[in-house]
């Protein structure tokens, strides 16, 4: 099994790269995975995916911190991202929203397609603004209903569906989306819980 894992930032990647004893670099190939750092946001995930993603890969994990709208999900779990929609491709229609899709221009939700059994399934949304204002939160609930967002999601979703390559996309939240309120934001335990969860994914995939 070839595996890339993407990431955003390396510091999502912190305890991957000491436990795996990797250079603090921002692609990296070894004998059984591969790891990508892309930088945080759509541009930036499709520019290095671009650059870097090729068919002999037969899995991408893409992985990294995520707010989440549903207060049922603790901060530092993990969850399943398995259906992600570009929330903001469309035209607005005075007070209404249209879709890429409702344009005619193509589609905005993407789908993962390859299983694991033991983490919440949910819907999200990747943005390039962080949701962080109480109206736009409500909007933007009512129009897709997603339980987390991120800034990279879709992308990578996006590039493996063009090439025919499974995805999983695993995220740790660490925030809820709400009128922005960055001191409450357990960052840390996202990310420790997250690269606790790589770690073991890594090494069962290369056993
Ligand atoms: O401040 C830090 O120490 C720090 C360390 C590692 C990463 C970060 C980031 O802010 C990474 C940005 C990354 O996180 C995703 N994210 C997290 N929360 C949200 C959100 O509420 N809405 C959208 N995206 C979110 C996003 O995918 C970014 O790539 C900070």
């Given at each position: 099994m070839k595996l890339l894992v993407v990431a955003a930032t390396q510091k999502e990647l912190t305890k991957v790269y000491e436990h795996f004893d990797l250079a603090e670099q921002d692609f990296i190939k070894t004998p059984n995975f591969d790891i990508l750092i892309t930088g945080v946001g759509m541009t930036t995930t499709a520019f290095s995916l671009g650059q870097r993603l090729d068919k002999s890969y037969d899995l991408v994990l893409n992985v990294g911190i995520a707010g989440s709208f549903d207060k049922n999900i603790p901060l530092g779990g993990l969850v399943n991202i398995y259906k992600d929609t570009f929330a903001e491709l469309?035209?607005?229609?005075?007070?209404?929203?249209?879709?890429?899709?409702?344009?005619?221009?193509?589609?905005?939700?993407?789908?993962?397609?390859?299983?694991?059994?033991?983490?919440?399934?949910?819907?999200?949304?990747?943005?390039?603004?962080?949701h962080g204002n109480?109206?736009?939160?409500?909007?933007?609930?009512?129009?897709?209903?997603?339980?987390?967002?991120?800034?990279?999601?879709?992308?990578?979703?996006?590039?493996?569906?063009?090439?025919?390559?499974?995805?999983?996309?695993?995220?740790?939240?660490?925030?809820?989306?709400?009128?922005?309120?960055?001191?409450?934001?357990?960052?840390?335990?996202?990310?420790?819980?997250?690269?606790?969860?790589?770690?073991?994914?890594i090494t069962q995939k290369i056993k």
């Open positions: 469309g035209a607005e229609d005075n007070n209404n929203f249209l879709t890429i899709d409702e344009l005619g221009f193509g589609k905005n939700t993407f789908q993962s397609n390859y299983e694991i059994n033991n983490l919440p399934k949910v819907k999200g949304i990747t943005v390039n603004k962080v109480s109206k736009s939160i409500e909007t933007i609930t009512k129009r897709f209903q997603p339980q987390v967002e991120s800034m990279e999601g879709a992308a990578v979703f996006y590039a493996c569906e063009q090439l025919s390559i499974p995805c999983l996309q695993i995220r740790s939240i660490s925030n809820y989306v709400t009128p922005r309120a960055k001191e409450t934001w357990e960052i840390g335990l996202a990310i420790k819980n997250l690269n606790d969860w790589v770690i073991d994914f």
